[in-house]
């Protein structure tokens, strides 16, 4: 089972909870499929991917942003059990959309860039760490059931 | 993955309104580094301080983005420009080239930090691009 220090736990509660996900989940995805633009793959019926323009004002892509974020929501309430609430999520990732689980980090370390623009300062060393580690975990319970 | 000329030209874009900065962001990047990756610490353990903000961080943070600064002006040819740098790594400090992604990376979570506006996507990427040409030619001479 995960560890959490307080501090950690105030942190990823202090930082959802102060997020707007219809922001934040547009923004996150969109930057991803612009840095790591293989991520495409997955989005062949999006419509317009052709440039930055495009992605970031493709209305697909801001509708699914938000349905990743929200998906993000239920292990920051469900700290202390990530890996049970994501099983169906991982199988879902793995036998319908046959998503390689390596992207997953990609679209957590966009997130991270997303979060630190909006913190700006605030986003110190010690809040990277506790928001990577949550991400981490997320990004290891959803490549579990991968077989 | 190489450099295109977009993506160099958007590198030297970005460049020009962070370079200033070059110094404060080198010491974030550094500090960030060790403390969310305590692995990397192995590497200064002959440093008095390794607190966040310290003297000898903050040093080493300014020669770090002298690197990076260096690596900017040889875009067109990373591995020619970084070579002494790659020998220094390969030979003297031994760095184990998987953590030039990590501080590359805490580089990209400064950058954003500090200059939210002019981090956009395609700026992301070409800096993203150029840091990981940058370590690869810092690994050239490794073996």
Not at chain 1, 54 to 76: C, Q, T, Y
């Amino acid at each position: 089972m995960v560890e959490w220090t307080d501090f950690e736990r105030a942190t990823i509660q202090d930082i959802f909870g102060k997020m707007d996900y219809e922001v934040v989940g547009p923004a996150a995805l969109s930057r991803c499929l612009v840095v790591y633009p293989w991520t495409q793959r997955y989005f062949g019926g999006f419509g317009n991917l052709y440039n930055a323009a495009a992605i970031a004002s493709n209305p697909m892509v801001a509708a699914h942003g938000k349905v990743v974020l929200r998906g993000l929501d239920r292990a920051v309430r469900n700290m202390d059990d990530i890996k049970g609430t994501y099983a169906e999520l991982s199988v879902l990732h793995s036998e319908k959309l046959h998503v390689d689980p390596d992207n997953f980090k990609l679209l957590a370390d966009c997130l991270t860039i997303v979060v630190a623009a909006q913190l700006g300062k605030d986003f110190t060393g010690d809040v990277q760490a506790a928001f990577q580690k949550f991400l981490a975990v997320v990004v290891s319970s959803l490549g579990r059931q991968y077989h | 993955m190489s450099l295109t000329d977009k993506d160099k030209a958007a590198v030297k874009a970005l460049w020009a309104k962070i370079s200033k900065s070059a110094d404060a962001i080198g010491a974030d990047a550094l500090s960030r580094m060790l403390s969310v990756y305590p692995q990397t610490k192995t590497y200064f353990s002959h440093w008095p301080d390794l607190s966040p903000g310290s003297a000898p961080v903050k040093a080493h943070g300014k020669k770090v983005m002298g690197g990076v600064a260096l690596a900017v002006s040889k875009i067109d040819d990373l591995t020619n420009g970084l070579l002494e740098l790659s020998e220094r790594h390969a030979f003297q400090m031994r760095v184990d080239p998987a953590n030039f992604k990590i501080l590359s990376h805490c580089i990209l979570v400064v950058v954003a930090t500090m200059f939210p506006k002019d981090f956009t996507p395609e700026a992301h990427v070409a800096l993203d691009k150029f840091l990981s040409a940058a370590a690869l030619a810092l690994s050239e001479r490794y073996r």
